[in-house]
């Protein structure tokens, strides 16, 4: 590519102003001189670019700005004029940079040029190990934390594809554009398959990728700068995913007219660099370190405060939530509203996401449901960059006011304190009765599927919390257990396995022989609910009650059958406070003849006896009373006792029941009379809760209490069989409360079933006994999938310690089961002494901040030169996958409670070895190229058959498990050393 400059004329000059004048190509204004050409001004290097192609095809300008490419204008008799010097807001920036060095030096950005040598010292592009390479790297405060993290995490689990990414990025002959784009696609897509979050690779991050490896082209970027140099210029910014390349070009246009010219800046620079290994030759950093502290730390701007939401009319989901943390961005939703607003928010703003919703009938409160801080504003009056706080645990703050709209300023310093700096006086955790308000948009229907060991029903109790609103961030494993719990005890949780035999009796209704006989000692058959149903029963449950709620009436059918267990409770304390006290309850019949309850049986029922001679005791059930005070909240209407009741409930004794209904029925009348609180007559009976699609329409947008399904190894079912014609059914568009919901009439009861809203279902697949191919396809089709592999950073020494820090986290460092767990740990790791004296004091720091996994690399300085658990893992799992596939890894649960050799024997031979025993059927050869000679022994054997034989067996291998390695530790650590680990 020539550059030519000595043929450009006056002529080729004029036909470059032109083509500037027609606006065909877009200019920014020149920072120092503008040239003039017929009365017009024209910025030089621009000018000249033009020209050079006009006279040579080639759009090129090599020479620097100023005097430089003034003389070449000049030599033509084109006049150059110095921008008025006097009010020059560049020079003033310069100045102002010049007065600080002078005053206090530069030794607190120092750093950051000291950073590009240590990087080239440590950068490795083709390391055997490019975790370990990488994880070496200083960032400091260059990058956000979440960006750091999230790199960190896929170098560690792809670390190939991490390498063959920044091999791109580093590509200079690729344009820079391309490079970012591709560098960024790659790493989303790597982190989409940890977590469905942001990747957090913004042009603040890539920039310090870029320094790093070059700093004589590229240098730090920060958006606050850059957006308060542009309005300095009085330039617009370059449209999101360009304005890193706009800054490098007024970085050029910076040195060129300004740090190249003064001799006293540059000396400056080279005097506080005297001990800096990077001399920033280029003034590269120079020009960032102007910018950023003359516009970010000489002018500071107040912070603001801003409370946006996430719910959008119309929109599916209508909480934009999920997408907002995934995307790193907080979208308007609106497209003429709030625009001036959104503009307006400045690159370190405070930004929070709420909800505000009503408790108690009328109180206004309002839930925080993410926060973060803005790291870049599209200026598109939509949509706003942000660098959300990971682990975020939503709150709620007692107050809503003012609130209402999509995006709002705060400014009352109280609602700052309680939004954003978690002042307590303000706020509270949300509560369990409150979750569902803020449940996530996870999916419907959902499996995890992957190799054993890997989590997978560990990973179901998260997604069950997160679900109904708990954030497990902050939990550590007992903690999330326990919240699990809760919810199982409560019935909002069900747990099953699939197997075999489970059948479509089981999961959705069957006739199952009742514990009670008829009168004359014959076996009942009732009809009874799944799994599915009942759990879908009490999800129904939730529309009646928002229903109830919605309408504030206490005389629908439904609130009458709300007060039938508390009218039978009464019933059965009032029978058994009479026998107490050696005495009957007397019960009336219709004609007059008094009966009395004399036990209270063991399922709860009650045995009644009329007042005569040789009177038989009869057995009146919870089950069969409540079928008939449903029918009959009137007794006075039956007219034939014993043909009416029949109908109703079968053969039994009617004047028993007759008696026990009019007690109920009069204790209700005596308990309305008295005006009970509304509250104790909204309960809903969820036993006679209908499947009634109406119902759930009427209240399918109100945020009701979520339910959840978790089916174990869900694969090992004939799904065909358990579900049968139900698979349709928990479609997202076919539950109740969507325009194309389906009831079906189920086979048993002839009732109405659909599937509600509400309801989630999780499950999760061994890929070891089955592919994900493999599967029904109808489920296939109506399931989201997500695959859990074995994760091998958390068998990394640091992570090891850092869990056992949080397990004992309750307990005092003297405490001997601790000191036991402690000293065999960092034995089998190899820890050094630095870290026995510096771990007291990382616990004070990690405790005061909570529990957190960022917290990990806090050990990653500290040197382990014992067992790699992490090691151990990714080799046996490459060796696998090599000679099997991927679906039969092995999962880092085995490992992950592994605190010696002893422990690690143990894992070994009573799960490693039966694994792989039943990955490759019992072919030892493969076996012993998994776990080497020293798990696997090998002879040749010379056999004498029964009947002559040809030379086929002659020289055949015999294999055998060495069993004597698990006999002491010393064995068995030698055969860990002969499996050759992979470092």
Same mark, same amino acid.
């Given at each position: 590519?020539p550059?030519?400059?000595?043929?450009?004329?006056?002529?080729?000059?004029?036909?470059?102003?032109?083509?500037?004048?027609s =606006?065909?190509?877009?200019?920014?204004?020149?920072?120092k001189?503008?040239?003039i050409?017929?009365?017009?001004?024209?910025?030089?290097?621009?000018?000249?670019?033009l020209?050079h /192609?006009?006279?040579?095809?080639?759009?090129?300008?090599?020479?620097?700005?100023?005097?430089?490419t003034?003389?070449?204008?000049?030599k033509?008799?084109f006049?150059?004029r110095?921008?008025?010097n006097?009010?020059?807001?560049?020079?003033?920036?310069v100045?102002?940079?010049k007065?600080?060095?002078k005053?206090?030096?530069?030794?607190?950005?120092?750093y950051?040029?000291?950073l590009?040598?240590?990087f080239?010292?440590?950068?490795?592009?083709?390391?055997?190990?490019?975790?370990?390479?990488?994880?070496?790297?200083?960032?400091?405060?260059?990058?956000?934390?979440?960006?750091?993290?999230?790199?960190?995490?896929?170098?560690?689990r792809?670390?190939?594809?991490?390498?063959e990414?920044?091999r791109?990025?580093?590509?200079?002959?690729?344009?820079?554009?391309e490079?970012?784009?591709?560098?960024?696609?790659?790493?989303?897509?790597?982190?989409?398959?940890l977590?469905?979050?942001?990747?957090?690779?913004?042009e603040?991050?890539?920039?310090?990728?870029?320094t790093?490896?070059?700093?004589?082209?590229?240098?730090?970027?920060?958006?606050?700068?850059?957006?308060?140099y542009?309005? $300095?210029?009085?330039?617009?910014?370059?449209?999101? =995913?360009?304005?890193?390349?706009?800054?490098?070009? $007024?970085?050029?246009? $910076?040195?060129?007219n300004?740090?190249?010219e003064?001799?006293?800046?540059k000396?400056?620079?080279?005097?506080?660099?005297?001990?800096?290994?990077?001399?920033?030759?280029?003034?590269k950093?120079?020009?960032?370190?102007?910018?950023?502290?003359?516009l970010?730390?000489?002018?500071?701007e107040?912070?603001?405060?801003?409370?946006?939401?996430?719910?959008?009319?119309?929109?599916?989901?209508?909480?934009?939530?999920?997408?907002?943390?995934?995307d790193?961005?907080?979208?308007?939703?609106?497209?003429?509203?709030?625009?001036d607003?959104?503009?307006?928010?400045?690159?370190?703003?405070k930004?929070?996401i709420k909800?505000?919703?009503?408790?108690?009938?009328?109180?206004?409160v309002?839930?925080i449901?993410?926060?973060?801080?803005?790291?870049?504003?599209?200026?598109?009056?939509?949509?706003?960059?942000?660098?959300?706080?990971?682990?975020?645990?939503p709150?709620?703050?007692?107050?809503?006011?003012?609130?209402?709209?999509?995006i709002?300023?705060v400014?009352?310093p109280?609602?700052?304190?309680?939004?954003f700096?978690?002042?307590?006086?303000?706020?509270?955790?949300?509560?369990?009765?409150?979750?569902?308000?803020?449940?996530?948009n996870?999916?419907?229907?959902?499996?995890?599927?992957?190799?054993?060991?890997?989590?997978?029903?560990?990973?179901?109790?998260?997604?069950?919390?997160?679900?109904v609103g708990?954030?497990?961030?902050?939990?550590?494993?007992n903690?999330?257990k326990? /919240?699990?719990?809760?919810?199982?005890?409560?019935?909002?949780?069900?747990?099953?396995?699939f197997?075999q035999s489970?059948?479509y009796?089981?999961?959705?209704?069957?006739?199952k022989?009742?514990?009670?006989?008829?009168?004359?000692?014959?076996i009942?058959?009732?009809?009874?609910d =799944?799994?599915l149903?009942r759990?879908?029963?009490?999800?129904?449950?939730?529309y009646?009650?928002?229903?109830?709620s919605?309408?504030?009436?206490?005389?629908?059918?439904?609130d009458?059958?709300?007060?039938?267990d508390?009218?039978?409770?009464?019933?059965?304390?009032?029978?058994?406070e009479?026998?107490?006290n050696?005495?009957?309850?007397e019960?009336?019949?219709?004609?007059g003849?008094?009966?009395?309850?004399?036990?209270?049986t063991?399922?709860?029922?009650? $045995?009644v006896?009329?007042?005569?001679?040789?009177? /038989?005791?009869?057995?009146?059930?919870y089950?069969?009373?409540?079928k008939?005070f449903?029918?009959?909240?009137?007794?006075?209407?039956?007219?034939?006792?014993?043909?009416?009741?029949?109908?109703?409930?079968?053969?039994?004794?009617?004047?028993?029941?007759?008696?026990?209904?009019?007690?109920?029925?009069?204790?209700?009348?005596?308990?309305?009379?008295?005006?009970?609180?509304i509250?104790?007559?909204?309960?809903?009976?969820?036993?006679?809760?209908?499947?009634?699609n109406q119902?759930v329409?009427d209240?399918?947008?109100a945020n009701?209490k979520?339910?959840?399904?978790?089916?174990?190894?869900?694969?090992?079912?004939?799904v065909?069989?358990?579900?049968?014609?139900?698979?349709?059914l928990?479609?997202?568009?076919?539950r109740?409360?969507?325009?194309?919901?389906?009831e079906?009439?189920?086979?048993?009861?002839?009732e109405?079933?659909?599937v509600?809203a509400?309801?989630?279902?999780?499950?999760?697949?061994?890929?070891?006994?089955?592919?994900?191919?493999?599967?029904?396809?109808?489920?296939?089709?109506?399931?989201?999938?997500?695959?859990?592999?074995?994760n091998?950073?958390?068998l990394?020494?640091?992570?090891?310690?850092?869990?056992?820090?949080w397990?004992y986290?309750?307990?005092s460092?003297?405490?001997?089961?601790?000191?036991?767990?402690?000293?065999?740990?960092?034995?089998?790791?190899?820890a050094?002494?630095?870290?026995?004296?510096a771990?007291k /004091?990382?616990?004070?720091?990690?405790?005061?901040?909570?529990?957190?996994?960022?917290?990990?690399?806090?050990f990653?300085?500290?040197?382990f030169?014992g067992?790699?658990?992490?090691?151990?893992?990714?080799?046996?799992n490459?060796?696998?996958?090599?000679?099997?596939?991927?679906?039969h890894?092995i999962?880092?649960?085995y490992?992950?409670?592994?605190?010696?050799?002893?422990?690690?024997?143990?894992?070994?031979?009573?799960?490693?070895?039966?694994?792989?025993?039943?990955?490759?059927?019992?072919?030892?050869?493969?076996?012993?190229?998994?776990?080497?000679?020293?798990?696997?022994?090998?002879?040749s054997?010379?056999?004498?058959?029964?009947?002559e034989?040809?030379?086929?067996?002659?020289?055949?291998?015999?294999?055998?498990?060495?069993?004597?390695?698990?006999?002491?530790?010393?064995?068995?650590a030698?055969?860990?050393?002969?499996?050759?680990i992979t470092?």
């Open positions: 590519m550059f030519e400059p000595e043929k450009i004329t006056k002529e080729h000059i004029i036909k470059a102003t032109k083509i500037l004048d =606006g065909e190509i877009g200019i920014r204004p020149s920072i001189f503008d040239v050409v017929n009365g017009k001004a024209y910025p030089p290097k621009d000018l000249m670019r020209a /192609e006009e006279a040579t095809g080639e759009y090129l300008w090599q020479p620097g700005g100023g005097e430089p003034n003389r070449y204008l000049t033509l008799g006049e150059i110095e921008k008025n006097s009010a020059d807001p560049i020079a003033n920036l100045k102002i940079y007065d600080r060095v005053a206090s030096g530069n030794a607190d950005e120092v950051k040029f000291d590009i040598t240590d080239q010292n440590k950068w490795d592009i083709d390391a055997p190990d490019f975790f370990g390479m990488f994880k070496q790297i200083n960032f400091s405060n260059l990058l956000f934390f979440n960006a750091i993290g999230v790199i960190r995490e896929v170098a560690a792809y670390p190939e594809e991490v390498r990414a920044f791109v990025l580093y590509y200079d002959e690729i344009i820079l554009t490079r970012i784009k591709r560098f960024q696609t790659a790493i989303s897509d790597i982190y989409a398959r977590k469905n979050l942001n990747h957090n690779q913004d603040r991050t890539i920039a310090t990728y870029l790093f490896h070059n700093a004589s082209i590229y240098t730090y970027y920060k958006s606050s700068f850059y957006s308060k542009c309005k $300095l210029l009085n330039i617009k910014k370059a449209k999101a =995913g360009d304005r890193y390349i706009h800054y490098l070009e $007024l970085v050029d246009q $910076l040195i060129e300004y740090i190249d003064d001799e006293e800046l000396q400056m620079h080279a005097k506080y660099l005297e001990n800096s290994s990077f001399k920033d030759e280029k003034f950093i120079l020009a960032q370190d102007i910018l950023y502290q003359s970010d730390l000489a002018q500071p107040v912070v603001n405060y801003y409370i946006g939401g996430s719910v959008w009319q119309d929109a599916k989901p209508a909480d934009q939530l999920t997408r907002f943390l995934k790193g961005i907080w979208e308007n939703g609106y497209d003429g509203k709030n625009l607003l959104v503009k307006s928010i400045k690159p370190s703003s930004i929070a909800a505000v919703h009503t408790i108690e009938k009328t109180k206004s309002m839930t449901k993410a926060r973060g801080e803005v790291v870049e504003n599209e200026d598109d009056g939509n949509v706003l960059k942000v660098n959300w706080e990971e682990g975020f645990k709150f709620v703050v007692n107050f809503s006011g003012g609130y209402w709209q999509t709002h300023s400014t009352n109280e609602h700052i304190d309680a939004i700096n978690n002042s307590a006086q303000k706020q509270y955790p949300v509560q369990a009765s409150e979750e569902h308000l803020f449940m996530s996870a999916p419907l229907n959902q499996i995890l599927f992957g190799p054993p060991g890997t989590g997978k029903t560990y990973h179901t109790m998260n997604k069950a919390l997160e679900i708990i954030n497990t961030a902050s939990l550590d494993r903690g999330i326990a /919240e699990y719990e809760k919810r199982v005890a409560a019935g909002q949780f069900v747990f099953t396995t197997h489970m059948s009796e089981d999961f959705i209704e069957g006739i022989p009742n514990a009670e006989t008829d009168e004359g000692g014959q009942r058959y009732k009809i009874e =799944g799994i149903k759990l879908s029963r009490k999800a129904v449950a939730e009646y009650r928002q229903d109830i919605n309408k504030k009436q206490n005389s629908t059918p439904i009458r059958l709300q007060l039938y508390e009218a039978w409770d009464h019933l059965v304390k009032s029978v058994q009479n026998l107490d050696g005495k009957t309850l019960l009336s019949s219709s004609s003849k008094t009966l009395d309850a004399i036990k209270i063991a399922q709860g029922n009650i $045995l006896k009329p007042r005569s001679e040789n009177a /038989e005791e009869y057995t009146v059930s089950t069969r009373t409540q008939l449903e029918a009959y909240p009137d007794l006075s209407v039956v007219k034939n006792i014993d043909k009416e009741f029949r109908q109703v409930i079968g053969g039994a004794n009617a004047t028993t029941y007759w008696c026990v209904v009019d007690y109920l029925n009069n204790w209700i009348k005596q308990k309305q009379n008295t005006k009970a609180p509250a104790e007559v909204i309960q809903v009976n969820e036993a006679l809760v209908k499947f009634d119902i329409k209240n399918v947008k009701v979520p339910y959840v399904l978790i089916i174990d190894e869900i694969n090992r079912g004939n065909s069989k358990v579900f049968g014609e139900l698979i349709t928990i479609e997202k568009d076919k109740l409360g969507h325009e194309e919901a389906i079906v009439t189920l086979p048993y009861s002839k109405k079933f659909g509600p509400n309801l989630y279902i999780i499950g999760t697949m061994n890929t070891a006994d089955r592919s994900v191919e493999a599967l029904d396809t109808a489920l296939r089709r109506r399931f989201s999938f997500e695959e859990i592999l074995p091998p950073t958390l990394s020494p640091a992570a090891l310690y850092w869990k056992l820090l397990d986290k309750d307990v460092w003297e405490d001997e089961n601790f000191i036991t767990k402690e000293e065999n740990l960092l034995e089998l790791l190899g050094n002494d630095d870290l026995w004296k771990r /004091e990382i616990w004070d720091d990690m405790e005061k901040e909570g529990r957190d996994e960022k917290q990990i690399s806090y990653d300085s500290y040197i030169s067992v790699s658990l992490q090691q151990i893992l990714n080799t046996l490459k060796r696998i996958e090599v000679l099997k596939d991927r679906d890894q999962g880092h649960a490992f992950i409670n592994v605190c010696n050799l002893a422990d690690l024997m143990a894992v070994f031979k009573d799960n490693i070895i039966p694994l792989l025993q039943e990955y490759f059927f019992g072919d030892y050869n493969k076996i012993q190229l998994v776990l080497g000679d020293g798990f696997i022994t090998s002879s054997t010379e056999v004498k058959f029964a009947i034989e040809d030379d086929e067996y002659a020289d055949r291998i015999i294999y055998s498990i060495a069993r004597e390695v698990f006999e002491t530790e010393t064995k068995f030698t055969a860990l050393e002969r499996m050759n470092k």
